[in-house]
């Protein structure tokens, strides 16, 4: 295996700013902290490729993963992106740390579905909120409605409400579109919209498996000015930007998604995304010791820097 040059941890808080500077987004500048302060007092521990957690998680978080890696072990985000595995539905992560595939997750709230397995596996994971997304809905640009309530979403979604003219629209068919039951952002309709067993079957082609293509349908499709769909704010916004070029994102309630109303709570659909790790992991094991310094407040200013929000200090 390639062996990078390691690079003591308590360096690599040093130099945390430097690295996130050249790693985050443009525009978006660090805030002021203590970058000498110790990770979890484990500052004589070095990360290398060798020892490095195997790390996975939900696609909207492999820009942190890559951020996370290439800190930690000193290289380029190329190269840490060649070492962690960012794919896959988000309960199928969690079903990985749980068997043992990976150790340490950067993950979306874990499904109904994964939460059944690891209760049947036995195994406990211990999880701390890092970071704060939120769902978002999406139609074409050439839609006139800009703003959708959350009892409006509940009754497109249980099939009550099915012309965009009863919502202030054209008339036409309202095509709503649906994330698979195992995915994270369906994971957070289920949870933030609630519909239970009134969410209505939607017609296969309306059922779309990936977020991409989701995106892809109501952005691209031959009929897209009827077309709704939803997915998470930071892979939209931070990820996929250019699909904005042709569709919009829907106020909710009166509120517009953004970085500040969604981390002051304003935004009604936000949630929160996590550090996985297993409950078992000893305190002085590599993934244990990564775990407690995304927790620390080098690893949150590595979340803003990263253009993620975060809950604000005072909710």
């Given amino acids: 295996m390639k062996h990078l040059k390691p690079i003591a941890l308590m360096t690599l808080i040093a130099l945390l700013f430097t690295l996130c500077a050249c790693a985050g987004k443009p525009g978006n500048e660090p805030a002021d902290t203590d970058t000498t302060a110790a990770a979890a007092n484990d500052t004589d521990f070095v990360f290398t490729t060798d020892n490095y957690p195997r790390m996975g998680g939900s696609l909207?978080?492999?820009p942190l993963g890559q951020a996370v890696t290439a800190t930690v072990l000193g290289c380029t985000r190329e190269e840490a992106d060649g070492m962690i595995t960012f794919a896959g539905s988000t309960t199928d992560n969690y079903k990985a740390i749980v068997d043992g595939t990976f150790d340490i997750l950067l993950a979306y709230e874990p499904s109904e579905e994964a939460k059944e397995y690891i209760r049947n596996?036995?195994?406990e994971l211990e999880m701390t909120p890092i970071g704060v997304d939120a769902l978002v809905f999406i139609c074409s640009k050439e839609n006139p409605v800009n703003?959708?309530?959350?009892d409006q979403i509940k009754s497109i979604y249980s099939g009550?409400?099915?012309?965009w003219n009863e919502i202030g629209g054209n008339d036409g068919e309202i095509i709503a579109y649906q994330r698979n039951s195992d995915s994270g952002s369906q994971t957070l309709f289920d949870k933030l919209i609630d519909l239970g067993d009134d969410l209505m079957e939607a017609p296969k082609d309306w059922n779309v498996g990936s977020m991409i293509g989701l995106l892809e349908a109501v952005a691209d499709y031959d009929n897209s000015e009827?077309?709704?769909?939803y997915t998470v704010y930071y892979y939209l916004t931070n990820m996929e930007s250019d699909k904005l070029d042709t569709a919009k994102i829907l106020d909710v309630d009166g509120v517009t998604p953004a970085n500040d109303t969604i981390g002051d709570g304003s935004y009604p659909l936000a949630n929160d995304f996590y550090v996985v790790i297993r409950k078992s992991a000893e305190e002085n094991?590599?993934?244990?010791?990564?775990?407690?310094?995304i927790c620390s407040d080098q690893g949150r200013q590595l979340v803003l820097n990263e253009n993620y929000p975060v809950r604000s200090e005072a909710e």
């Fill in 285 to 293: 094991s590599p993934e244990r010791i990564l775990y407690n310094w």
């Fill in 226 to 229: 009827n077309a709704l769909g």
């Fill in 160 to 163: 009550k409400t099915v012309n």
């Fill in 147 to 150: 703003s959708i309530t959350i």
């Fill in 121 to 123: 596996s036995g195994e």
């Fill in 60 to 62: 909207a978080n492999l």
